[in-house]
């Protein structure tokens, strides 16, 4: 099986030389890409993914093969295979240590209605705990992609503020999730930014992520804007 996946993701990646060389950039891994576009990736997912166990994905992610495109698409297994809960977060729990770019955990995270129970809201804790960068972006971008509604708003807010983890691609997760947060809770995501627990950074990148956003109205970016330069006089 893994051959042949292998093969697959070969003929995938022909013609996209110069895409293989732009992802490689842009993703920053140290993994080599061989340049199988997302779309693909997904698909060939979808495709494989019916007939997959947990014991087959288990054995794909514990294979010598490292490209960054085969990693991605042992974690999108994952989330398309018909598995158990349980199962599927054990499989994630081997997944994360395999991954090295902020692209192995953006484009894995789905919004799914799975995705939104109580086992995984309480897995996505357990993550923000962990002393590994990319563990900690998954749990930050599960809570954005899955969690950011009416009733886990509060909820979200007060978990993050005991995120202590300093990587950079924590920080800017933090900051793409209030940025989110914004759209649909713009008052409350806007005094939660002003606690003290948030360090300025990642408050200015959360302001700047606003600003560049089309989804505020010219009255909310007049305020967002006011707040981003008092936040730079800090």
Known sequence: MHDQIITQLNALSQGNESYAVFNQRIVN??????GVRVPDLRRFARELAPDMSAADISK????KNKSFDYVLLCGLLITHARLD???AIDLVKQYLPRVDSWAHIDIFVEKKRRFAGDIWWDFAL????????FTVRYGIISLMTNFLDEAHI?????????VKHDGYYVKMALAWLYATAAVH??????AELENEHIDTWTRNKAYQKMRESQRFTPEEQAVILKKKKASKLE
Do not use: G, H, S, Y
């Open 126 to 133: 357990e993550c923000l705990q962990n002393k590994a960068e």
């Open 29 to 34: 891994t140290k993994m080599p890409v061989i």
């Open 60 to 63: 794909l992610l514990t294979a």
């Open 185 to 190: 809770f713009f008052e409350l995501t806007l």
């Open 85 to 87: 809960d349980l199962v």
């Open 154 to 162: 509060d909820q979200v807010f007060a978990v993050l503020r005991n």
